[in-house]
T-cell receptor
Framework: GAVVSQHPSWVICKSGTSVKIECRSL??????MFWYRQFPKQSLMLMAT?????????EQGVEKDKFLINHASLTLSTLTVTSAHPEDSSFYIC????????????FGPGTRLTVT | QKEVEQNSGPLSVPEGAIASLNCTYS??????FFWYRQYSGKSPELIMS????GDKEDGRFTAQLNKASQYVSLLIRDSQPSDSATYLC???????????FGTGTQLKVEL
C-alpha cells in the first residue's frame, strides 16, 4: 500500500507557458501532500504543504503566485508552474502523508520539467 | 535553523559488508525519523521509520536512534550492488507535518 502517482513523468514546455503536474494517492487518503523541488546533485527542497480543502502553505522564498497549488480532494493535489522560465527546470516531486496516525511520507515518482 | 546533517560521502563498501550511515539533527523536539533511499534520477523511497530510542530491524536494515545524542543511523547488512544509492535522513519538525531532509550520503557497494 501507500502508492503515490504523478503525471506527467516528464514535460518539456516553452518559456512563458504554464504546466500542471498532478499528484495522486492511489490506495490511501492523504489530508496533507507536499511539493518538493530537486536540482541536480542537491537535496530535496520543500516548496509547499498542501492541505485538502484549504490554501497551501508555502516555504520562504517560494512564490505562491508562480507555483499554484490546489488540493481539491483527499487523493489529488496539483501544482501549476505559471509563466515558466528556464530556471524553473527541475525535478518536481510530491509526497503524501497517510492518515494513519504516523508521520510517514510516501513520494511520487517525480516529474522532470524542462523549460526551453 | 533546524538542520539534519549527513556526510555526503561517497561511502564505499565491498559487497557483503555492513554499510553504516549516520545522521545528526539539531531540533530536540523532533520525534520521528526516517531513512529514504534515492537512486539517481528517481524519487525517494521510504526504507525505515523510527520513533523511539534503540534499534529497529527490518530485513537487512537496522535503524538506530539515540535522542540524547541527537543521532540516527542506518545499518545495511550484507550490502549488495543494488544498495548503491543516496540515502536521505529526515526528521519531523515537531508536529509531524513537515520533514527536514539531510543532503544525503552516497553509498557505493563494490563487487
Amino acid at each position: 500500500g501507500a502508492v503515490v502517482s504523478q503525471h506527467p513523468s516528464w514535460v518539456i514546455c516553452k518559456s512563458g507557458t504554464s504546466v500542471k503536474i498532478e499528484c495522486r494517492s492511489l490506495d490511501f487518503q492523504a489530508t496533507t501532500m507536499f511539493w518538493y523541488r530537486q536540482f541536480p546533485k542537491q537535496s530535496l527542497m520543500l516548496m509547499a504543504t498542501s492541505n485538502e480543502g484549504s490554501k497551501a502553505t508555502y516555504e520562504q522564498g517560494v512564490e505562491k503566485d508562480k507555483f499554484l497549488i490546489n488540493h481539491a480532494s483527499l487523493t489529488l493535489s496539483t501544482l501549476t508552474v505559471t509563466s515558466a522560465h528556464p530556471e524553473d527546470s527541475s525535478f518536481y516531486i510530491c509526497s503524501a502523508r497517510a492518515n494513519r496516525g504516523l508521520d510517514e511520507q510516501y513520494f511520487g515518482p517525480g516529474t522532470r520539467l524542462t523549460v526551453t | 535553523q533546524k538542520e539534519v546533517e549527513q556526510n555526503s560521502g561517497p561511502l564505499s563498501v565491498p559487497e557483503g559488508a555492513i554499510a553504516s550511515l549516520n545522521c545528526t539533527y539539531s531540533d530536540r523536539v523532533s520525534q520521528s525519523f526516517f531513512w529514504y533511499r534515492q537512486y539517481s534520477g528517481k524519487s525517494p523511497e521510504l526504507i525505515m521509520s523510527i520513533y523511539s530510542n534503540g534499534d529497529k530491524e527490518d530485513g537487512r536494515f537496522t535503524a538506530q536512534l539515540n535522542k540524547a545524542s541527537q543521532y540516527v543511523s542506518l545499518l545495511i547488512r550484507d550490502s549488495q550492488p543494488s544498495d548503491s544509492a543516496t540515502y536521505l535522513c529526515a526528521s519531523d519538525t515537531g508536529g509531524g507535518n513537515k520533514l527536514t531532509f539531510g543532503t544525503g550520503t552516497q553509498l557505493k557497494v563494490e563487487l
